[in-house]
């Protein structure tokens, strides 16, 4: 086979070289074109967050007896809209539909959790007007400066702290907070509209957030590395409560902090139940939360705090309510019920969270909860997957004490639940 000649080759190497670099300059500006006719998109971020929840699980009746199903639908919407650079709207809603009911006889259970319009009037000057979900404190498992607790869990799904903080009802007020550099000052004033709850499911129940005149002052200023926050609480015809909140760095991977609320106040049975316990002298009574959380490289965090309930029974008084009238009993476990208030003196609270957790996107979180009173125990397991639109949970409860003791008396000693958000 004869080979071409030396010249022929010279220059068909020589055209290759040359087209070289002009093919490449054809690229790019073919790339410049593309890119000059491309349309200016930016994708501005959704003012709607809604989805739907299916839950199925059951529970094991304490005594004994068949185990006993249940199923919900929930369907949870938040609009957050801005109507100019200065003004914004937002309304978030939650319906629970159970089977059997989460509270009393209704099945299908309403919580307005917040509705309210937000301005500002100067740059450093806000306010909010509507019904808001104001919550307060640095704890986890037990907020004594979270004032505006009582009465807004209308349906309890789980017993998680973050879901009980999350899925409530607020109150109807007007605040207004100004704010400076590492620190901040706010004032609300929420009215009495109703006098007695509805238990109507589909009720917005301001009879349970609003049944008094309420005032909050709030004072937080970073120093030294610390958060500390000073709130004065102000409710119709109830002495001042004083509350105080701080957090602090103890190293690099761990934080400590404080919550309390102090002052003068009616016996927590009295409050209950004034026919039985009709003195409503005020003592001096002291609320604390203190604790520890760690959190280590591969997102596993741990908390571990103290609960003080001045306001709880003692020893001596929980073992009289217990031997004593059961309508008694019954009235002030009610009561605590409601207010989320501890019904004894003092507890021990532990939690764990693990983000991503042997695999992506799965996060697992564990609580055990004692009282220190009569030594009755909770414990809750959760494991979370989510991953595009769609999230999965399964989450088990045990709790175990004496009958009649703060975990003993609750109607199931296990229960379970599986369930499948969409996100839309």
Same mark, same amino acid.
């Given at each position: 086979m004869r080979r071409p000649p030396a010249c022929l080759a010279g220059l068909a190497m020589a055209l290759l070289l040359g087209n070289g670099p002009l093919a490449a300059q054809d690229a790019d500006l073919d790339a410049l074109r593309l890119a000059d006719a491309a349309p200016d998109e930016v994708h501005a971020p959704s003012d709607w967050r809604r989805f739907v929840e299916l839950g199925l699980g059951g529970s094991q009746p304490r005594g004994g007896g068949d185990t006993r199903s249940n199923r919900r639908l929930s369907l949870d919407i938040q609009y957050d809209h801005a109507l100019n650079r200065d003004w914004r709207v937002l309304v978030a809603n939650r319906l629970d539909l159970s089977?059997?009911?989460? @509270?009393? &006889?209704?099945?299908?259970?309403? /919580?307005?959790?917040?509705?309210?319009? &937000?301005?500002?009037?100067?740059? %450093?000057?806000?306010? %909010?007007?509507?019904?808001?979900?104001?919550?307060?404190?640095v704890a986890l498992g037990y907020n004594p400066t979270d004032y505006f607790r009582a009465g807004a869990v209308r349906a309890a799904v789980s017993v998680s702290p973050a879901s009980l903080k999350e899925n409530r009802q607020g109150s109807v007020m007007l605040r207004g907070q100004h704010l400076w550099e590492g620190g901040s000052l706010s004032m609300l004033l929420s009215p009495g509209l109703a006098r007695q709850p509805e238990p109507e499911g589909l009720n917005p129940d301001l009879g349970a957030t609003n049944r008094q005149h309420r005032g909050l002052l709030t004072l937080s200023q970073k120093v030294a590395g610390f958060t500390p926050q000073l709130l004065v609480y102000q409710e119709e015809g109830r002495p001042t409560q004083f509350g105080f909140n701080l957090t602090g760095l103890v190293t690099d991977a761990t934080v400590a902090y404080v919550e309390s609320s102090a002052g003068r106040s009616p016996a927590q049975l009295s409050q209950a139940a004034p026919?039985?316990?009709?003195? *409503?002298? &005020?003592?001096?009574?002291?609320?604390?939360?203190?604790?520890? /959380?760690?959190?280590?490289?591969?997102?596993?965090?741990?908390?571990?705090?103290?609960?003080?309930?001045?306001?709880?029974?003692?020893?001596?008084?929980?073992?009289?309510?217990?031997?004593?009238?059961?309508p008694l009993y019954g009235l002030y476990r009610q009561w605590a019920g409601s207010t989320q208030e501890m019904p004894t003196r003092r507890a021990l609270f532990l939690y764990g969270?693990?983000?991503?957790?042997?695999?992506?996107?799965?996060?697992? &979180?564990?609580?055990?909860?004692?009282?220190?009173?009569?030594?009755?125990? @909770?414990?809750?397991?959760?494991?979370?997957?989510?991953?595009?639109?769609?999230?999965?949970?399964?989450?088990?409860?045990?709790? *175990?004490?004496?009958?009649l003791s703060v975990f003993g008396a609750l109607p199931e000693t296990r229960s379970w639940q599986l369930s499948l958000r969409y996100f839309f």
């Amino acid at each position: 086979m004869r080979r071409p000649p030396a010249c022929l080759a010279g220059l068909a190497m020589a055209l290759l070289l040359g087209n070289g670099p002009l093919a490449a300059q054809d690229a790019d500006l073919d790339a410049l074109r593309l890119a000059d006719a491309a349309p200016d998109e930016v994708h501005a971020p959704s003012d709607w967050r809604r989805f739907v929840e299916l839950g199925l699980g059951g529970s094991q009746p304490r005594g004994g007896g068949d185990t006993r199903s249940n199923r919900r639908l929930s369907l949870d919407i938040q609009y957050d809209h801005a109507l100019n650079r200065d003004w914004r709207v937002l309304v978030a809603n939650r319906l629970d539909l159970s089977q059997p009911a989460l @509270r009393g &006889s209704e099945e299908a259970i309403n /919580t307005l959790k917040e509705a309210y319009l &937000s301005g500002r009037l100067q740059p %450093d000057t806000l306010i %909010d007007l509507g019904r808001i979900n104001v919550r307060n404190g640095v704890a986890l498992g037990y907020n004594p400066t979270d004032y505006f607790r009582a009465g807004a869990v209308r349906a309890a799904v789980s017993v998680s702290p973050a879901s009980l903080k999350e899925n409530r009802q607020g109150s109807v007020m007007l605040r207004g907070q100004h704010l400076w550099e590492g620190g901040s000052l706010s004032m609300l004033l929420s009215p009495g509209l109703a006098r007695q709850p509805e238990p109507e499911g589909l009720n917005p129940d301001l009879g349970a957030t609003n049944r008094q005149h309420r005032g909050l002052l709030t004072l937080s200023q970073k120093v030294a590395g610390f958060t500390p926050q000073l709130l004065v609480y102000q409710e119709e015809g109830r002495p001042t409560q004083f509350g105080f909140n701080l957090t602090g760095l103890v190293t690099d991977a761990t934080v400590a902090y404080v919550e309390s609320s102090a002052g003068r106040s009616p016996a927590q049975l009295s409050q209950a139940a004034p026919a039985f316990s009709p003195c *409503r002298c &005020s003592d001096w009574q002291n609320h604390l939360s203190a604790g520890l /959380t760690h959190t280590t490289a591969d997102k596993l965090s741990l908390t571990a705090e103290y609960h003080h309930n001045g306001g709880g029974l003692d020893e001596a008084d929980w073992r009289r309510l217990r031997q004593g009238p059961l309508p008694l009993y019954g009235l002030y476990r009610q009561w605590a019920g409601s207010t989320q208030e501890m019904p004894t003196r003092r507890a021990l609270f532990l939690y764990g969270v693990w983000q991503d957790a042997l695999l992506p996107r799965l996060d697992l &979180s564990a609580m055990h909860h004692v009282d220190l009173i009569d030594w009755s125990r @909770r414990s809750w397991l959760e494991a979370r997957y989510h991953v595009d639109r769609l999230e999965y949970a399964a989450q088990w409860l045990q709790h *175990r004490g004496a009958p009649l003791s703060v975990f003993g008396a609750l109607p199931e000693t296990r229960s379970w639940q599986l369930s499948l958000r969409y996100f839309f």
